[in-house]
């Protein structure tokens, strides 16, 4: 009897690939080009960390209006080019702006900001990269719409220049407001 | 009309390859001896007809040969001549004929240097090969012909290779990492032809081994030169990103690692038989799953091929066919492999099987973490991503207690050896490692830093078991001299290999905790101080090329006053295809590489730019030579070479004996 059962467990491997095979399979028909947060229509995870400056900061401190969530870190490019618009948009008071410094380094951080300007309300350090996953970023810049009830509602991958601003941004938040009221 | 030559000429290899993976086969199995002699003079002529198709499309290439599609789209009048060479393999068609060229190479080489095989067994080898050639062969025809015309009407020039490609990296990484790749084929292909005769014994293992070795020393340089090319042309600044094109060759060697190792017990001691043929399974299964991941478009990643589904149905055909195939054949045969000896919980038999737990355990985090998100989209139409923080999470506890058996692995005996030998072995060099691992960190950087010191106690450690050990086997040896020239080839490739792991850690670890960056923004006569150096930007041209134009900037560097280097990062457009790509300055060195890559312009003269102080990186590659070369120099070793004679007369009459004995039996 156990003879039988040390045979059959000979053939695990190739129903294992098989099962694998299902998926590779599936797999090839998913349309990867989109990438939407898992997290669209969903509240913000929670988290206890601290700013860049390094004072604690968790998930009450954000504010209590609809407000932007930007991912950047020192070592990104593109994010000195959308850094820009961050300017106007919050010299110009038109909506908050949340940094979450991504899988950066504190000094370089602190460094960055006073070299180029912080547009930031403040900016969560994410060392580890934790709440990066849980939001589940791709890759520094990108940006997240947060309501009023700290619920995502919008996700942009990569720079966010006046153009998108003005294209997908102003509508989205249009909508938003509108449906608040 | 030449160009229809290169269709015809894969056609013919198609025709010898279906051939190759039928008739000796069934020769081998049924006896006929004329049906087994065939596999060598067909292996001979699908090399041939693969080398000319190879030549054609280099031809149509040198020569602008634009009424060919895939010449059209990665060529262009003005690319240089030896990129136009190297074009060849710039997009997924050529690249294929490419992988496919060197199977024929490697089936060559096999025909070549299997004299001392049993004829039965090189007919079943080759084979083998025969039948994966002909899927592959069938895959291009059918859907990937680089030979596919443009008609009626050609476009007058091409559309141009990729910038990032056009580069010394390039030219050589691709052909290296599938020459590797598709050297495990020749493993799985010994494996499987040890399944269907039935001959699971020390001999094949023997056979085996340098095949291997080459195979894992070609991947090892394929490798690293893949994350030399990703560090100064990409720009991403790192030696290893965990991107999900990279991390297949990495599974591939991690189970090429663990087969090696296994091999080597097999060989020497006649047992985890079944265990190393599912390695050399799935070390080959991990080369063919990289292909089908970077040619089906299943995963989004920095450099895949364009996206075709239907080239991933049928590359999915080939390794359901290869895979699933040779997992139900070990299934079937497994029960007939027995171990020859046995061994005790202490000996060096454990020591290599906790070493082959561990890099499976490895490989498997890292496939999972690759092909997760795919699951997770599969099972739930939900996207996620997993970054480097898992992979470093998972992978750097591994490699740590890898490390800390590998230093245990040499020193142990076979069959049994006594837990007090083991210590007062290793006992002292447990100590000084420990000790010096606390005290160098504290003393050169004059703070306690746990990354630092493990690093240091880890490679102290390898290199001292390294020493206790060579030691111990020229002990009784009456010079040094003699002792050392007593060792065989093997023990120095083994020692050598192992030694580019403490080179490996070293600089893995040192550059991933003490490099440093900087993005700034720079006028001319303006610098920036990072890592103790001075970064003075004197000024910017504009440079052109044959096919680019573009800024250079000059950037001195000066340490203490004093000028250490001139650096000249440029940032050009190229011209056909409009695209930008940015061409760092590296000033390399053995203790430390600084960088400079060029951003954007701004402002009237200012530019942004981001300088990197990267801190040992330079011995991740050197690592990799050190390995490359040491299983390069334990293949040679005389034992695989001295068995010919012997074998060739009096294992080639049982051969077939053996597998008529399996038949009943099955």
């Given at each position: 009897m156990s003879a039988i059962i040390q045979r059959w467990k000979l053939f695990i491997p190739v129903l294992a690939f098989v099962a694998l095979s299902a998926l590779l399979w599936r797999g090839l028909y998913l349309d990867t080009s989109e990438l939407p947060s898992m997290l669209i229509d969903k509240p913000m995870p929670a988290f206890e960390l601290t700013t860049v400056e390094g004072e604690p900061v968790s998930i009450d401190d954000l504010p209590g209006e609809m407000f932007l969530l930007n991912v950047w870190g020192s070592?990104?490019?593109?994010c000195l080019v959308e850094h820009p618009t961050f300017m106007r948009l919050s010299e110009e008071g038109e909506i908050p702006v949340v940094g979450?410094?991504?899988?950066?380094?504190k000094d370089l951080a602190q460094e960055w900001l006073e070299d180029n300007g912080d547009p930031f309300a403040f900016s969560i350090l994410d060392e580890s990269g934790r709440l990066g996953i849980d939001l589940g970023v791709y890759g520094a810049p990108e940006t997240y719409l947060v309501d009023a009830n700290g619920v995502i509602r919008y996700r942009h991958v990569s720079v966010l220049d006046e153009n998108v601003w003005q294209q997908e941004f102003i509508p989205a938040i249009t909508e938003l407001r509108s449906e608040s009221q | 009309m030449i160009p229809e030559l290169g269709s015809f000429s894969l056609i013919l290899a198609l025709c010898l390859s279906v051939i190759l993976g039928s008739l000796p086969v069934i020769g081998a199995q049924t006896g006929n001896l004329l049906w087994m002699s065939l596999a060598r003079p067909l292996t001979a002529g699908i090399f041939v007809f693969l080398g000319i198709a190879l030549a054609i499309l280099i031809f149509a290439f040198m020569t602008d040969d634009f009424s060919v599609q895939f010449v059209a789209q990665h060529s262009n009048t003005m690319l240089p001549d030896r990129y136009k060479f190297t074009a060849a393999w710039g997009g997924h068609e050529g690249s294929f004929l490419v992988w496919t060229f060197m199977l024929g190479g490697w089936m060559l080489a096999v025909a070549i240097f299997s004299k001392s095989m049993p004829i039965d067994f090189i007919a079943r080898v080759l084979g083998v090969l025969g039948i994966l050639c002909t899927a592959y062969i069938l895959f291009m025809l059918a859907t990937?012909?680089?030979?596919d015309r443009i008609v009626p009407l050609p476009p007058a020039d091409g559309a141009d290779l990729n910038s990032a490609l056009q580069d010394i990296g390039f030219i050589i990484h691709p052909p290296t990492l599938y020459m590797g790749y598709v050297g495990f084929s020749v493993v799985f292909a010994f494996a499987i032809a040890a399944l269907l005769s039935g001959r699971l014994d020390a001999a094949w293992a023997r056979w085996s081994r340098p095949w291997a070795n080459v195979a894992w020393a070609i991947l090892t340089l394929g490798i690293a030169l893949g994350s030399w090319w990703a560090y100064y042309e990409l720009g991403w600044g790192g030696w290893w990103a965990w991107d999900p094109v990279e991390n297949p060759p990495l599974i591939t060697w991690l189970f090429g690692t663990a087969l090696l190792h296994s091999l080597a017990v097999t060989e020497k001691r006649g047992v985890f038989k079944s265990w190393t043929v599912m390695l050399a399974i799935l070390a080959f299964a991990g080369s063919l799953l990289g292909t089908f991941i970077t040619r089906s478009g299943l995963l989004t990643s920095v450099h895949a091929f364009a996206s075709d589904p239907d080239r991933g149905i049928f590359i999915l055909g080939i390794l359901g066919l290869a895979i699933g195939g040779s997992l139900l054949l070990f299934a079937l045969r497994a029960p007939l492999m027995k171990s020859e000896a046995s061994f005790g919980g202490n000996s060096r038999e454990i020591f290599l099987l906790i070493n082959n737990v561990l890099l499976v355990v490895s490989a498997a985090s890292v496939f999972l973490g690759t092909l997760f998100p795919m699951i997770y989209q599969a099972l739930t139409d939900d996207l996620i991503s997993i970054g480097p923080p898992y992979f470093n999470a998972v992978f750097v506890p591994l490699m740590i207690l890898l490390v800390l058996f590998l230093g245990i692995g040499p020193l142990s005996r076979w069959k049994r050896t006594s837990s007090a030998y083991l210590v007062a072995q290793l006992g002292k060099v447990a100590a000084v490692s420990l000790a010096l691992g606390v005290v160098l960190p504290l003393v050169v950087l004059l703070e306690f830093s746990l990354a630092a010191t493990i690093t240091v106690a880890l490679a102290t450690w390898i290199l001292l078991a390294i020493v206790k050990d060579g030691g111990n086997r020229i002990?009784?040896?009456?010079?040094v001299s003699k002792g050392l020239r007593s060792l065989p080839l093997s023990y120095y490739g083994m020692q050598t290999a192992h030694f580019g792991v403490a080179v490996l850690l070293v600089g893995a670890a040192l550059t991933s905790y003490f490099s440093s960056e900087r993005s700034v923004l720079l006028v001319p006569g303006q610098s920036t101080q990072l890592g103790g150096y001075d970064f003075t930007l004197q000024g910017t041209e504009a440079v052109s090329g044959p096919n680019y134009i573009g800024d250079q900037a000059e950037i001195t560097v000066a340490r203490n006053g004093e000028t250490v280097k001139v650096l000249f990062p440029e940032k050009r457009v190229y011209l056909a295809s409009g695209s930008p790509s940015t061409e760092m300055a590296i000033d390399a060195g053995f203790l430390r590489d600084l960088f400079v890559t060029l951003g954007e312009k701004r402002g009237e003269q200012g530019w942004t730019m981001t300088i990197y102080v990267k801190p040992f990186v330079r011995w991740v590659w050197l690592a990799a030579i050190l390995m490359a070369v040491g299983s390069s120099v334990s293949a040679l070793d005389k034992r695989y070479r001295r068995l010919r004679k012997p074998t060739l007369d009096t294992e080639q009459v049982p051969g077939h004996a053996v597998s008529g004995k399996l038949r009943t039996a099955s």
């Open positions: 070592y990104c490019l593109p979450v410094n991504y899988r950066d380094r | 990937s012909n680089p030979f002990a009784n040896k009456s010079s």
